[in-house]
């Protein structure tokens, strides 16, 4: 079942589903792309931002971009 | 008051300062702000025409 | 092979490892200057390479041509010689990680459709094999097309080898479009071309197809940087170029990039393989401390604290060895040279007020130092990712962090840093509360104040009150800096969040060249620019200080009951000379405004003064005091501002309620020419400079007026 990057509580790994909203671009240009493992690490002491591996590097992303990004288990 | 040759050399150097911080601090701004700079950035860096 | 004097372009993400090669290959004969009339820091210098001389620009980092940031809109117009003060490179050196490979391609694939020769280097491969990830460098060069070097920059042999290479390229452009648009991609890039870009632009024409294509991705172009025609003609193409991706069954935002990282993934599924690895990096277990919800803070709030205790202990020998130079020298010329004006100006105006500048030095170069070992590890990306909920609550940004910070240093710096906020509310508020960290020209000031009248006592073995003092200003600015974005968060609302897309680079040891070479500039710049000013307005303060000139009347306790109220019998002609003099009327006329603040006209005169810049403070100081002072001797500032005697109470001038108000009033008024000019030129306006100056100014004269009145009455 897919769920949105923002929704998810604690770290793991998921697949990449899907990239929605306005200004999506940039999130794909870095590389978080359909199909792509992406490893939830950890969220920051106020809950975002949150940091993902994704492509063997790390990112840190806002609660607005971690909600353009469809995940699955 | 005497006016020598340090008296001179001191007023010297006072006239040479005014004319530097004049041209710094006022001549330089007026003309900086008559001329836009090349990259005139505004708010998300969206550039004016 | 060519013998031919190239330009060649340094290209590659954030933290590739880029300024390394830079420096690795120009050595010293380099230049930093910030681009004409904006604030992004140019860095150009001249490598033999091959018997040749070539000029090698390092262009700022980027992520990907399609800018989204003033660095990376910089670096596009370079590469295709849309910008004016640069001539198009005859080869782009594309900087990859190689520990990254897929992402860092994705800027080489558009480098690469630029018409313009390319070489791919493929950095820190020591980091790569660390992690497990071979790469065959052939089997990359072979897919891209372009020649491929694996190098690590800090390995001298491998720079040998990347001149070699370079010397050897014969200039081919890669083909373009390699990465393979689809056909309705295609037709519409050719749409685009036809109908608008090619007729009605000034793009230059090897980079039409990389403009279509960002005009197709953001659908606009009102952050175009060239110049065009027909802009209605201009919106209704891209517009129906959009649709044509959409019938072919494409998301315009997105069909580009999926293809590109396609092709990218074609070319290094069989050229690089990752061996897995089970057990954590050494990254991911810093980060796992440092990161964390409750130590991240803790361990952020600890570096700071260390950081200016180290500032303010480590670098009190030389500031005690620079005092004394001036000193000496002060009274070394005042000896040498024959009695007269002009000694007199050199002694008390010049060297005064240049050594109460310098002396600051050793603390800027310190923190300076501090800042960018921090930036070099990669913890400033932490340290950002650990305050950015903290930040957003109250208004700011994660990227208001390294603004902020960089603020303690200088504010002009941080307005200027400000940039890399893409959102203009987030920007707006950073600069308008970023005055309020406490730069390093405040430094002299609060330096002065805590040693001459904190007392030393030591607090928990390590630490002494001077130096909680210290770090309790910085905090008292930040504080202040974060009340006043929250306020004007409520007074500019906005209803999203903006967007935060921020890598957190490997740690690493940093570069000791890069920081040791960014410390001096910046000690150079304070030094030349704030210089400079100090010395001048030194001299023209010595002047209104030593004229008109007046003698003290001779006088007795009882021929003159007029005089007797204003000035004590034991005063000294010097100091009689200064009351009566330009500054000493000016003082005075101000006096009453500030005397309820503790401050008296001497201090008056300094905060006029100090508006050139902060710390011309101490130089005013300084020269008000040498000159009041008994020829014969120099002692230290220090010494004089403890045994200053108002004349009319015979009390010090200085309580202890006096020195904390004017610390106060310093951390929050805007007294800084520099900064409003900055800030006028970064937002285009007169109205921000000027309500940051009255707010600003009216806080301070609030905090001081209580902070003195309870002082003084405790």
Redesign the interface.
């Known amino acids: 079942m897919a769920v949105f990057l923002s929704e998810i509580k604690s770290p793991g790994l998921f697949l990449v589903k899907n990239i929605q909203g306005s200004d999506t671009t940039r999130l794909l240009e870095m590389g978080i792309t359909p199909g792509i493992k992406l490893e939830v690490i950890r969220r920051a002491p106020l809950g975002f931002p949150v940091e993902i591996k994704i492509r063997g590097y790390l990112l840190s992303l806002r609660e607005s971009e971690a909600k353009c990004i469809e995940v699955e288990e | 008051m005497e006016f020598d040759f340090q008296t001179g050399v001191a007023f010297g150097m006072l006239a040479i300062v005014l004319v530097y911080l004049t041209n710094r601090f006022v001549l330089t701004p007026i003309r900086r702000s008559k001329t836009s700079p090349d990259h005139n950035c505004g708010p998300d860096c969206k550039c004016e025409h | 092979m060519s013998k031919e004097p190239l330009t060649i372009a340094l290209v590659g993400n954030p933290n590739t490892g880029k300024s390394t090669i830079f420096n690795a290959l120009t050595g010293l004969r380099q230049k930093i200057a910030n681009?004409?009339?904006?604030t992004v820091e140019q860095k150009v210098g001249t490598s033999i390479i091959g018997g040749v001389l070539h000029k090698i620009i390092d262009l700022p980092g980027a992520?990907?041509l399609?800018y989204?940031?003033?660095d990376e809109?910089i670096a596009y117009e370079t590469l295709i010689g849309s910008y004016?003060?640069e001539e198009i490179p005859d080869l782009a050196l594309v900087v990859v990680d190689s520990?990254?490979l897929?992402?860092n391609l994705?800027l080489a694939t558009q480098v690469m459709d630029l018409g313009i020769p390319v070489m791919l280097i493929l950095n820190m491969s020591d980091v790569a094999k660390g992690?497990g990830?071979s790469i065959n460098p052939d089997l990359i060069s072979n897919s891209l097309g372009v020649p491929v070097v694996a190098i690590s920059a800090k390995n001298k042999s491998d720079i040998d080898q990347l001149k070699q290479k370079i010397s050897e390229s014969d200039l081919e452009v890669p083909e373009p479009l390699k990465w393979g648009p689809d056909d309705s991609l295609k037709e519409a890039m050719n749409l685009l071309i036809n109908e608008w870009i090619k007729p009605y632009t000034n793009i230059p024409e090897s980079a039409r197809s990389i403009e279509a294509l960002r005009l197709i991705?953001?659908g606009e172009f009102?952050?175009?940087?060239y110049q065009f025609e027909k802009e209605e003609k201009g919106k209704s193409t891209i517009k129906k170029a959009r649709e044509l991706v959409e019938k072919g069954g494409g998301n315009p935002?997105?069909t580009e990039?999926?293809s590109r990282?396609n092709f990218i993934g074609e070319c290094t599924s069989n050229a690089s393989s990752?061996t897995s690895q089970t057990k954590a990096s050494l990254?991911?277990r810093i980060?796992a401390v440092v990161?964390h919800?409750?130590a991240?803070?803790v361990i952020f709030t600890l570096v700071l604290l260390f950081m200016f205790q180290a500032i303010f202990s480590w670098a009190t020998p030389f500031m005690d060895m620079i005092d004394l130079l001036f000193v000496e020298g002060g009274n070394w010329v005042a000896n040498t040279l024959?009695e007269?004006?002009?000694?007199d100006?050199l002694v008390d105006g010049v060297i005064a007020g240049l050594g109460g500048v310098v002396i600051f030095l050793p603390q800027i170069l310190f923190l300076f130092f501090f800042i960018y070992v921090l930036e070099g590890t990669g913890y400033m990306?932490r340290a950002?990712?650990?305050m950015?909920?903290?930040m957003?609550?109250v208004g700011l940004h994660?990227r208001s962090v390294v603004p902020l910070m960089s603020g303690f240093a200088c504010a002009i710096p941080g307005i200027m840093a400000t940039?890399t906020i893409?959102?203009?509310r987030d920007r707006i508020i950073t600069i308008m509360v970023l005055p309020f960290m406490a730069c390093s020209a405040r430094l002299p000031v609060y330096a002065l104040m805590i040693a001459a009248f904190i007392p030393s006592t030591t607090i928990l073995g390590i630490f002494t009150l001077q130096g909680i003092t210290f770090f309790g200003l910085y905090i008292f600015g930040i504080v202040m800096a974060v009340l006043a974005a929250f306020v004007m968060k409520r007074i500019f609302p906005t209803g999203?969040?903006?967007?935060?897309?921020?890598?957190?680079?490997?740690y690493k040891m940093p570069k000791w060249s890069v920081v040791f070479q960014n410390t001096a500039e910046r000690g150079k710049v304070f030094i030349t620019e704030a210089g400079?000013?100090i010395?001048?307005?030194s001299?023209?303060l010595w002047?209104l200080a030593s004229f008109p000139?007046t003698e003290m009347p001779v006088l007795t306790q009882t021929d003159n009951t007029e005089y007797n109220s204003s000035f004590d019998v034991t005063e000294n002609p010097e100091s009689y000379q200064l009351r009566h003099s330009f500054a000493g009327q000016f003082g005075k006329i101000i006096e009453p405004v500030i005397e309820p603040l503790g401050f008296d006209w001497k201090i008056g005169i300094g905060l006029i003064t100090s508006f050139?810049a902060r710390e011309v403070m101490v130089g005013t100081l300084n020269t008000i005091y040498s000159i009041e002072e008994e020829d014969g001797e120099s002692s230290t500032l220090k010494e004089k501002l403890i045994n200053d005697v108002n004349p009319e109470t015979g009390q010090p001038v200085y309580s202890i309620a006096t020195a904390i108000s004017l610390m106060i009033f310093f951390a929050l008024a805007m007294q800084c020419?520099s900064t409003i000019?900055i800030v006028k030129?970064e937002t285009?306006s007169w109205k921000w400079p000027t309500a940051m100056f009255v707010y600003m100014t009216a806080l301070a004269y609030l905090s001081s007026f209580i902070a003195f009145q309870i002082g003084s009455n405790l």
């Open positions: 681009y004409p009339g904006i992520y990907s399609n989204k940031k003033l809109r004016e003060h520990s990254n897929d992402r994705y992690k990830i991705s953001e009102n952050n175009a940087f935002m997105a990039v999926l990282y990752i990254t991911d980060d990161t919800k409750v991240g803070p024959p007269g004006m002009l000694n100006l990306a950002a990712f650990v950015d909920g903290f957003t609550k994660g940039r893409e959102n203009w999203q969040q903006t967007p935060f897309i921020m890598e957190l680079p490997a400079k000013i010395v001048a307005i001299i023209v002047f000139k050139a020419m000019a030129r285009n």
